[in-house]
């Protein structure tokens, strides 16, 4: 897959050609997700991510430098050269005199005169290089970031919910942000008539694409700047209440009971905190963090926030964990921090208080696909069975009742 493509349109409609590219008997794939506030790295996290290749990604990533664009530049130069140059039989019939005819000069500068000839001649061969080498793994961008101009003038980038396939058969969801005022923005210059207010439709808009995220994904990335946002933690436990039931297999033996098929089918939820200070490493920190997401993803929470996925993700975690006593011998929550960087980023290893950005973003990687793949839903053995019922789910939502009396709420 060389790009992402729509999975739901900017109009909140389902795009059925996106189940094209996935597998009817592929059973082997993870679905991730993204939910966050605008501005806050939601695809740029994706975008490293849907990497294997570590070296220098980061860096390449960070400061917008596209492998595919530079290829394309060497290969349009190369193109150039090799237009304006000869063949490599002409070019060694040419050679070929120059030798024969340096036979018959025993001087010492016609000698040299030939063999800056030769040079010459060489050079006007054409390397090139082997078919084949340039992959689509070469483009590091896989799903469009902000730009100066959309950062300068508040606009967010992406819209809907876009797809992209790894080669290793990683499912990612790229969502548009939530509660997003550059949407409200948008919103309230349109011409449509709405039966809600612009602040209203906004929000149902967004409970639609978290809810939708929440339910069709094995693992959710919830990323949010250095500081806990309240609002989208709120934004969570409500999105994950109107959580539509999972569709059950038309097999009366294997029905269960309502309840417990959300609990058994919810997704992983991973709080990645972006652009942390260096405090935030401390152990002091991270038990702060742990207990105010202890009290607010209460027990009444159904959220998957204690599966391991953000434990022992740096050498400060395993001093806290040293220091936990009895008391709070328990799993970690699923938190994981990325330091701060800025442009023309370049990681010199030194010591900051925590591991490289490369190191943290690797372990990441590996905390994500080494995760339990259950399933989604009873019916989902397959990329084919997942991307049915997603479109199931997505109809399920836009329609169920209990999003018309929360919305009746706001009002």
Not at 103 to 132: F, M, Q, R
Not at 323 to 352: A, C, R, W
């Amino acid at each position: 897959m060389k790009k992402p493509i729509k999975l739901i349109d900017n109009h909140l409609e389902f795009n059925m050609q996106a189940l094209d590219y996935l597998i009817e008997n592929q059973n082997d794939f993870l679905v991730v997700g993204v939910l966050g506030n605008q501005g806050v790295g939601k695809s740029t996290l994706l975008n490293l991510v849907a990497h294997s290749n570590m070296n220098n990604l980061v860096s390449r990533i960070i400061n917008k430098v596209d492998d595919s664009t530079v290829s394309k530049d060497t290969i349009s130069l190369k193109t150039d050269i090799s237009s304006d140059s000869k063949s490599s039989s002409d070019v060694y019939s040419e050679c070929s005199d120059i030798i024969s005819c340096s036979s018959d000069k025993a001087s010492v500068h016609s000698l040299n005169h030939n063999v800056d000839l030769l040079t010459n001649k060489t050079g006007e061969l054409t390397l090139n290089e082997k078919p084949g080498l340039q992959t689509e793994s070469g483009n590091c961008i896989k799903f469009e970031v902000e730009t100066e101009e959309q950062i300068k003038f508040g606009v967010h980038c992406t819209n809907g919910v876009d797809m992209y396939i790894t080669s290793n058969r990683v499912i990612l969801l790229d969502s548009q942000p939530l509660l997003s005022v550059s949407i409200l923005d948008k919103s309230t210059l349109s011409s449509e008539t709405k039966s809600m207010t612009h602040e209203v439709a906004v929000e149902m808009e967004s409970l639609y694409l978290a809810t939708f995220i929440l339910a069709s994904c094995h693992i959710v990335l919830v990323v949010q700047d250095w500081f806990i946002d309240s609002n989208i933690l709120r934004f969570l436990n409500t999105a994950d209440m109107l959580r539509p039931q999972p569709n059950q297999p038309n097999n009366p033996q294997h029905t269960a009971p309502e309840e417990n098929l959300l609990d058994q089918f919810g997704a992983q939820i991973l709080l990645v905190h972006n652009k942390a200070q260096l405090s935030d490493f401390s152990g002091d920190a991270i038990k702060h963090y742990s207990k105010m997401y202890d009290m607010i993803f209460n027990t009444s929470s159904k959220l998957k926030i204690r599966t391991g996925l953000g434990s022992i993700y740096d050498k400060k975690v395993e001093e806290y964990k040293s220091k936990k006593t009895s008391i709070d011998k328990k799993q970690d929550v699923n938190l994981f921090m990325l330091p701060e960087v800025t442009l023309n980023y370049v990681d010199d290893h030194g010591f900051k208080g925590h591991d490289s950005l490369e190191a943290l973003v690797k372990r990441l990687r590996q905390n994500i696909l080494g995760a339990s793949r259950g399933q989604i839903a009873p019916s989902v053995t397959s990329e084919k069975h997942w991307g049915h019922n997603a479109h199931k789910t997505w109809e399920t939502i836009k329609k169920s009742g209990l999003f018309l009396e929360y919305c009746r709420m706001l009002h």
